[in-house]
């Protein structure tokens, strides 16, 4: 690469300019029961319809899943929504693994292998089974199983045309783009062999893949196969690949469309899709490829490489995308040789690394000449590092473990699976690995990893929008704003539950309890007695009246119990004179209202239906009769969803003073050995945010406490309702209760994963509310 | 009265709870052409249909205008209310007066005198056409002409109840109340002629009311009639009586009832209602109020002694308020005499009064015993003292004030009324009240007299209501919140504009300003190109990106200009990074958006239809050649719409530091003298609540702008919108132009009441909006 066209091309373009791009990835992987066998049930129904859902679907067989990310700008959050969507469908195929390896797991014959049932519903379904019939029969369907990684990569636009302004000589700007990348991916193809050689993973095997392939192997017992020298089965002549080799013409669009228009004349392919090549360029419109290249010039290109990685829950790990990413700029920039056999040349180089790559002495072709594997690999990723160091691309890491993977043959994944193949058998191997990855996504189900940004509720809305295939535009972060599409409907959502559904001016009336307490009365719902205060000096006769009696006293509008007192036992007249003046800090009116006994409930209420209850219990850690207070809250914080901050559906207990002080108060210390099976309580007060526990009691609340609740969301109006209940006793027949409270903007993530009890698909049930989907369907819950 | 019940009552009740009642008032009025002619106009179209509005609506003939008060549980919020009702009838009428009179105007003879015209859409209305043809026939429409006061009085039940407490004696709580009520009928009924006395106001008559008792009275010429001892005409045999006397048992409400019955099936009264009484039992029904006293008891007392005060814009000063109120409360605590014939010595007492109330040498009879009229009300004025003083009751200034007008009768309103109509004549010393009270009410149409405790917009839309018809409800004043019912329709309002109209969604995108961006973009609506930076450390990139370029630096959500720098001629990288940093001090994200020249104005939209738009001029004077900068400020602040804080349309201008660096960056002082036209601005900024001026430039203003502001308040699907549009000149055919800002909550006032040009009725638009009256029909302006 010359050094002067890096050097020309860092006074034109920032950094940043050149890592920005349009980023996509794909990824296949096969359902497999608890002894890797191919799993025979249907594609699960929460993903809803296949042709429904961009994210979530299924390839060739009913068995396949393929997760599909949207284009974002940057490599890496591309990546983190892959881990999403593959946590997403570890934890909803319930019993089942998400095969880690590009080759197939333990698989029946070809006519028991499930092929992608669409329903009969349009004729883009029929389309879909009846291509998949096809191919099943051309190439038999157990090499349709093999499952790979899809890089889908673009520039922005806004970078080409710099290029293009710069470079572009008076050529239109779409014969200048399709010229950028008809050389990328000419490039790419004579490049190949050495991305084949870094990522490969497919070096073993089974013994029910197709017997002509496990000839090529040898057996280690238990069914399994490996080979000396292999990297990529998937990608030697055993793999995913047309009959015969086909070279379409890559120097303009032009020439491609006609060879590949020529293919499907003669019957070498039955559709332009069926080119099985290892870079596709890619164009606006889906169903007429060609003619959309030819119209619209290359949108993109779909790199179809890279194995599936084991080791890595997504299968690729971002290492190997940061690789890929500096292999494309390198595809851009590097000069071409005029060699003219370069594509057969390309393919030998591709099937010789895909079977002999660990071979340490292979021999390559460059332009006709030998060359030794290692040898062109380090010249390449000189270049690269050469690159990246100049235009600042911060890939000189990514470079060393590339280079160290060239140097040592056993640290590439080929070599490192063949060897835990060699241990474990192939499936167990393999087995194990999703094991492992399914514990991970369980692990963290409740948040995500690509939108740490928003708060979790909103993470949990997105999570469940990719889980049921609801298109999410990010319009806002900061202020967890989504648009959120499907089915032709179309929400703009802040923060998880503010929607159009609900009008401002219930909103409005639920903020100001004043209001909220007149309404309610209004619709004969039971709420405390009480009266307003709108001036200072109104206190003491205020507390003349209430002295003695059991009272809360709070200011008319704040939402976070600050400034409230409990007078539980009732209080002298200048207590509730103390109280009325704390509340005043707060509002200019305040509130006086009797005390409920009992325990306070949160209900909540989406569109008129009654989906959760929770209890909250203050922090508090039971005694095991030999550790310490403590020990037993350091043991308690280890659950993975306690954290601090907004990011985890419960939080970790801490030591302050007021837990010190609540201690005392009961004569223990942190260091006190509680009794075996003594609760012990570190607070007074039950929030979840100071390391309260959650608790789900929907199933077990009385039915009337439901029907009072769905009542008060329905008399403000609310769609999206939390409901406060204090009620005497749940079991008493004709306890007392009333309606302490209505919040409009009600916590969701504290039903969603209880410290205790049934999690609850609140998410699903704000996307039903709002249209987006149909049903509440399967569930984490209940897959 | 006995002192020792005083006392007991002292330590049973508050003064508040004493105090405490329901409140209503209802004041008749003719409208009178500029030369005090009946005038023979319709009622206004405004104020909708008669038996739709329940505050304004008309009495007897459709010449009379009758308004009514809610009640209130103060005399003084009634009172201020009913100001509020007479400031819109001054407001509404046009060119017509209100006549302050009870006794009429300049009328036509019977048979010209109109009718109330109801239409004949219900049987209702069909009916009040007919009593009222009834009445006409049988007493004239004269006598049907003169207007009064009434005061709706009653106890709150929390009062009585108490009362049935401590005094029932096993009585049930209905007969109880009744028995309360009844004593103080009958008590008013003796003291009547004391209320007569200190409130009449009725000495004096035009030539062309009933010639019988014209005849009575001595021409002062002009038409005119004087009487050198009558108090009130209205309550004398020529005023509003019925033919003849009749005296209904008030022993119990069976007696009562039996005894109505009995004049009604005689022939007496056509009907219950037409028992023309100094004061009436009411009951919960209307239609049925014989059957509704008997089934649920009484429910308020109706004093109809009152007569029109003309000195008063109300008809009815706040000090004989009060000394009724008082009153009251006597009748409720004075023991009664065992006196047989009281019904016919009341009667007697009344009209001796009426006509020779001013002749100092009266005699009343008292128990069939002859007494002094100043004798007798000295008595029971001091009796009154004395209660105001145990109950502390805070009456003292009252009494004292009705205590000169019994000492001295040259105090009382009918010696001036009749010295006033000596000087000036009947019609001229009338109109010219009337004049004075409408001028009153013009200078403050823009706020209330009742409700001062909402913000100004708040205020403007009750007064609307008011005038339209529409119930309004308060819930919280101090959140400004407000039930506004009519038609079956309801709604509950915050901030005059927050309602059930918008959806929740649509206002947090407007607060968002990347959000609406967004959304308007998408829709295709011209808006400032620019960026979001999320992080300072973006700073100096950005701040370089946008050097030199005309720009405005922004905080993303406020809203009252805070955190903004204008770099209209384009910054340096310095400059910018410092208003980023400003920016930054406000919100977690900053925006940089391309600097729009020219002028903004503010369109306002409501319910898809452009009600006004607006232009904002800087706090300017304009000089004369001869005043200081400080003296035409002074001036110019003397506008009544001007003010400090919220209650008022415009501001005051204030010389503070920024006015003073203002002028002198122009090379003045406030002692500088401006040439002749030569306008001054005293601040940069010309927001109206620095003492800026609001232009109302709705006409002028391009359609094509006006279709803009409304297509943008449609693409965020908002109902109320205030849309900042920047416009390069709006004369230009191409001029440039963009949308600034949407804002959720547009202020209103600043359209309703603007500085200059058209007062555009934007209450009325919101009601509209609300389904709550049909159209914006007529307005103040159009009036």
Redesign the interface.
């Known amino acids: 690469m010359k050094k002067e066209i890096l050097d020309l091309l860092k006074t034109q373009f920032e950094s940043e300019e050149l890592l920005l791009g349009e980023y996509g990835i794909e990824r296949e992987g096969l359902r497999v029961d608890a002894e890797g066998r191919l799993a025979l049930t249907p594609h699960p129904k929460v993903f809803g319809p296949k042709l429904g859902n961009p994210y979530i679907t299924t390839d060739f067989s009913e068995s396949q899943v393929e997760v599909v990310t949207p284009t974002y700008t940057s490599m890496s959050k591309t990546h983190r929504v892959l881990t999403d969507l593959c946590d997403i469908v570890n934890n909803q195929i319930g019993e089942e693994y998400f095969w880690p390896q590009s080759m197939p797991c333990d698989i029946p014959e070809d006519d028991q292998i499930p092929i992608a049932q669409y329903g009969s519903s349009c004729q883009k379904a029929i389309d879909a089974e009846e291509y998949r019939k096809g191919l099943s029969a051309r190439y038999g369907s157990k090499k349709q199983l093999i499952s790979g990684i899809h890089v889908n990569f673009s520039f922005t636009e806004e970078f080409i045309q710099k290029f293009h302004r710069i470079y572009g000589k008076g050529e239109s700007y779409k014969d200048y783009r399709d010229r950028m990348y008809l050389k990328m991916v000419r490039n790419f193809l004579r490049y190949r062999w050495l991305v084949i050689y870094l990522t490969g993973t497919s070096s073993t095997m089974h013994e029910t893949y197709i017997a002509e392939c496990v000839a090529k192997m040898h057996p280690t017992g238990d069914g399994s196969y490996i080979h000396p020298t292999c990297v990529s089965f998937r990608n030697s002549d055993c793999g995913y690949k047309n009959e015969e080799p086909l070279y379409p013409s890559y120097e303009s669009i032009q020439a491609y469309t006609e060879d590949v228009r020529r293919f499907v004349a003669r019957g070498d392919i039955s559709a332009p899709k069926e080119l099985y090549t290892q870079i596709r360029m890619k164009a606006e419109g889906v169903d007429n490829i060609l003619e959309s290249l030819e119209n619209d010039g290359i949108k993109y290109l779909e790199i179809r490489t890279v194995d599936l990685n084991p080791f890595e829950l997504t299968g690729l790990a971002m290492v190997d995308l940061d690789f890929i990413h500096s292999l494309m700029l390198y595809t851009l920039l590097k000069e071409e040789s005029n060699y003219m056999d370069w594509q057969q040349e390309g393919l030998d180089n591709e099937e010789g690394v895909a079977v002999e790559g660990l071979n340490t002495e292979i021999l390559l072709t460059r332009d006709g000449q030998p060359i030794q594997l290692k040898d062109w690999a380090l010249e390449i990723l000189d270049e690269l590092c050469e690159m990246s160091e100049i235009l600042n691309l911060n890939y000189g890491e990514t470079l060393l473990t590339m280079i160290a993977r060239v140097k040592d043959p056993k640290q590439t994944y080929a070599y490192r699976i063949r060897e835990l193949t060699k241990e474990k058998g192939f499936i167990q191997a393999n087995l194990d690995l999703a094991k492992k990855h399914k514990e991970i996504s369980w692990n963290r189900r409740y948040a995500t990893q690509a939108f740490t940004e928003y708060e979790l509720s909103t993470q949990i809305l997105i999570k469940e929008c990719l889980n049921r295939g609801v298109q999410v535009t990010e319009?806002?972060p900061?202020?967890n704003?989504l648009i959120l599409e499907s089915r032709g409907v179309k929400?703009?959502?802040?923060q998880a539950n503010?929607?159009?559904?609900?009008?401002?001016?219930?909103?409005?009336?639920m903020e100001?309890k004043?209001?909220t307490k007149?309404?309610l009365k209004e619709h004969g719902i039971p709420v405390p007695d009480g009266i307003q205060i709108?001036a200072p000096d109104q206190s003491k006769h205020w507390a003349q009246v209430f002295a003695g009696r059991p009272i809360v006293v709070k200011p008319?509008?704040t939402n976070y119990g600050w400034g409230i007192s409990i007078l539980d036992q009732g209080g002298s007249v200048e207590d509730i004179q103390k109280a009325i003046g704390i509340a005043f800090e707060y509002d200019?009116?305040v509130l006086i209202e009797e005390f409920l006994i009992g325990q306070e409930y949160r209900f909540l209420v989406i569109d008129d239906e009654l989906v959760a209850v929770l209890k909250r219990v203050a922090a508090n850690v039971v005694g095991d009769g030999q550790s310490t207070i403590r020990d037993l809250v350091a043991l308690k914080n280890q659950d993975p969803r306690r954290g601090v901050g907004y990011q985890k559906p419960l939080k970790k207990i801490v030591f302050d003073e007021q837990t010190l002080l609540y201690l005392k108060l009961q004569g223990l210390t942190p260091e006190s050995i509680p009794e075996q099976g003594v609760q012990i309580f570190l607070r007074g007060n039950s929030n979840i945010s100071t390391g309260g526990d959650s608790i789900d009691v929907t199933d077990t609340m009385p039915q009337k406490y439901k029907d009072l609740a769905v009542q008060a969301a329905r008399a403000v109006?609310a769609v999206f309702c939390g409901v406060d209940i204090m009620i005497e006793d749940v079991a008493k027949e004709n306890s007392s209760y009333g309606i302490i409270e209505l919040n409009f903007n009600p916590s969701t993530d504290m039903h969603a994963y209880p410290y205790q009890g049934q999690e609850r698909p609140i998410a699903a049930y704000t996307l039903k509310a709002l249209g987006l989907i149909d049903d509440i369907g399967l569930t984490e819950e209940d897959a």
Chains 1, 2 share one sequence.
Do not use: E, M, P, R
């Open positions: 319009i806002d900061s202020d704003f929400h703009y959502v802040k503010k929607t159009a559904l609900d009008n401002y001016i219930t909103v409005l009336a100001n004043v209001v007149i309404i709108d008319k509008s200019d009116t109006g």
